[in-house]
């Protein structure tokens, strides 16, 4: 099982057609931060008021079917959306007569992807201990966390600083090497792109921010989200899951619905099953 066969098997939902929500691109120019620290200090600000939060909405896939030349599009209902931060995420996506068709999850040890339909049959999970910072499954739990604002800060790593028109970029390295650019809206402050680099130092996925709303005081989150995956195999055919995001509130969560919600359950019942380990999806029979 290799992780094209993961996209294209993820990419075979196709029951509904909807129409993609537009990204708007900021145009005003402002003047930025004077430092790397200064930066890092405002974009902080909004993690430290982070809450427990819930939102449902709808979910867009773009993909290329393979042999197509095309991409197909298709679209879910988000029933549930729960966030608790950090690392605590749970996602469900809906089709027609198909309940729980998608389900995204992760807590602090696990990630998790399950895709019910008989015809896929389809459930990956991995272990963040054993995940490079880029990889992971085509739609991936880190990359949202990362991109609803939930993603730690941490000043001690090595970042740099540079103006780029009406952004603020911020560029993480470890070992001299890329492996995060931040695109920040200097007017607002509001993180609008993210791009993460792979091993090779190639961007092994984006994603872009708009309509931030209010979740609580102090702690605001995209209400659209938008993910491109590039494949290392066909880097002109990536795989684009957008979220747009409805009814953004605070929440409280209560013990059994913690464990329920972020628990990774068996894989009882899926004929395609895979482990994720440094990027490399291989059989798993557990």
């Not at 900021?26 to 974009?43: H, M, Q, R, W, Y």
């Not at 990889?135 to 790593?157: F, H, V």
């Not at 993480?172 to 090497?177: F, L, N, W």
């Amino acid at each position: 099982m290799s992780k094209e066969w993961m996209l294209s098997a993820a990419a075979g939902m196709l029951i509904l057609a909807g129409c993609t929500p537009t990204l708007i691109t900021p145009t005003d120019v402002c003047p930025g931060k004077k430092s790397v620290n200064e930066a890092l200090a405002a974009l902080q600000r909004n993690s430290q008021n982070m809450a427990p939060f819930r939102a449902d909405g709808h979910c867009f896939l773009e993909y290329y079917a393979e042999g197509k030349t095309t991409p197909q599009k298709d679209d879910l209902i988000v029933q549930q959306l729960w966030v608790e931060p950090p690392v605590n995420f749970y996602l469900q996506g809906d089709k027609h007569l198909i309940p729980r068709a998608l389900i995204l999850g992760s807590n602090e040890r696990e990630f998790w992807l399950a895709i019910r339909p008989k015809e896929i049959s389809l459930y990956v999970w991995g272990r963040w201990s054993e995940q490079e910072s880029s990889e992971g499954p085509t739609i991936n739990p880190r990359t949202l966390l990362e991109a609803l604002g939930i993603g730690e800060i941490d000043t001690r790593e090595d970042w740099s600083l540079k103006n780029k028109g009406a952004y603020d970029v911020l560029t993480k390295r470890e070992r001299g090497a890329i492996t995060k650019k931040i695109y920040v809206f200097s007017c607002d402050y509001r993180v609008r792109k993210i791009e993460f680099f792979d091993s090779n130092g190639q961007v092994a996925a984006v994603a872009e921010l708009d309509q931030y709303e209010d979740v609580s005081e102090g702690f605001l989150v995209p209400a659209l989200i938008k993910v491109i995956t590039y494949s290392q195999v066909e880097r002109d055919k990536p795989f684009t899951f957008t979220l747009k995001l409805q009814r953004l509130r605070p929440t409280k969560i209560s013990e059994p619905q913690r464990k329920y919600l972020f628990t990774r359950r068996p894989p009882d019942g899926f004929k395609n099953v895979g482990r994720i380990v440094n990027g490399e999806l291989i059989n798993d029979s557990q």
